[in-house]
């Protein structure tokens, strides 16, 4: 694969061809993951193998039981467009842990970038003692989100943490209190994004109370609710109106394709029109693209499909690949309305992640990473459109670039088929292809591959996929 290539050094996987054995830890046998790694799906035993029930047996005395898991695996490297685990097994990648390693997992410009900054130090905190990679991130970010305003930065830890403080930011700037989520949100898990996120099951049942001040309305799902943009948006804004009252409104968040909540894209105008209401009454609008964000739509931003200029953006998952790092980004003057002080964490910006995020974003502007998530997109659009003649339970193929989703449905009610989806996602995992599903109900299948995926993969992948479908 082109992009594989040009940017591979060479490296040794001892683990499994070499001098792996039963007993060793990853440390021990020197496993290393990266684009090297064989791009084969492989299965040794069945998943899970003898070595990974070990760890999940393991797991289940060990880790709160709240902490679920997708595939039943002990990992133990990845790269290009594989998972391998202990025992030998190699499963194609079409989730990226959560649309995370984008640019690939232990990609070797970030794996060269977190080598050398942890050597140099691992943490100073940045209210304490500045450094230079932090603001080289604020720099790009700046740069790189939609607009030309002015803008500023601030690093956060995980997405949940960048919505919190979005939402800080903008009660800051407006002096008022109220904000807007929409149906079918995820915002994250911590008290006020939990508060914002729609779904009860899994994320917030039995965790209340819940931050106040977060009113919900209608988003735009074109499948389920079969109204134009405008339209749409005019229900939304006619509740905001008549239960909230603009004067009370900090900040509308919204994810511009929503992630958890199905891949849902919105219809033509929604976007653009709630936008133009909050601007016209001094409502800052929040981008959520902590999962649309930096390339995975086949833009950097999700926002640039639908021609909207947020006036705050989160981000988080790809932009490190895989270091833990966040970021509120937006325009300048609602950035500083915040005092000194106000704004921070111990770890934010770290500067292993912000190292990372510097040698990741690199890959995203020059290595053809917009370009290759189109792609990736085509072929799997392709596929599951082609499928969908011949297969009615197929209710919608939809989403952009890498971020590909397919909704099962009933083929007469177009009621939702949550067991179909679950069926044929445990059969996939089961015959080594990680895919994941989301949905407020249930029923959809997402792809999120690497975009260091080769279509070889890509493609075997989705024919695991079709042939469960098949099968149920
Ligand atoms: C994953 C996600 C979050 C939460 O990010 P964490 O890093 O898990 O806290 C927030 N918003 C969106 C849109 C997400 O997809």
Redesign the pocket.
Known sequence: MRLITECTRRRVWLGIRGSYAPGMSIIDSAVIGGPSLAQERRLVTAIPGPRSQELLARKSAAVASGVAHTVPIEAVAAGGGVVVDADGNSLIDLGSG??VTSVGNAHPGVVAAVQAAVAQMTHTCFMISPYESYVAVAEKLNRLTPGDHAKKSALF???????ENAIKIARKATGRPAVVAFDH??????NL?MALTAKSMPYKSGFGPFASEVYRVPASYPFRDGLSGADAAAKAISLIEKQIGADNLAAVII?PI???GGFIVPAEGFLPAVVDWCRANGVVFIA?????GFARTGAMFASELFGIVPDLI?T??GIAGGM?L?AVTGRAEIMDATHGGGLGGTYGGNPVACAAAIAAIDAFENDGMLERAREIGGILRARFESLQQSDARIGEVRGAGAMIAVEFVDPETKAPDAALTSAVAKAAIAEGVIVLTCGTYGNVIRFLPPLSISDELLTEGVDVVAAALAAH
């Open positions: 959560i649309a830890n995980s997405g949940a943490e960048a919505v949100a995820y915002h994250g898990r911590t994004t994810e929503q992630g958890e959520d693209e902590v999962q649309t989160t988080a998952k833990p966040a």
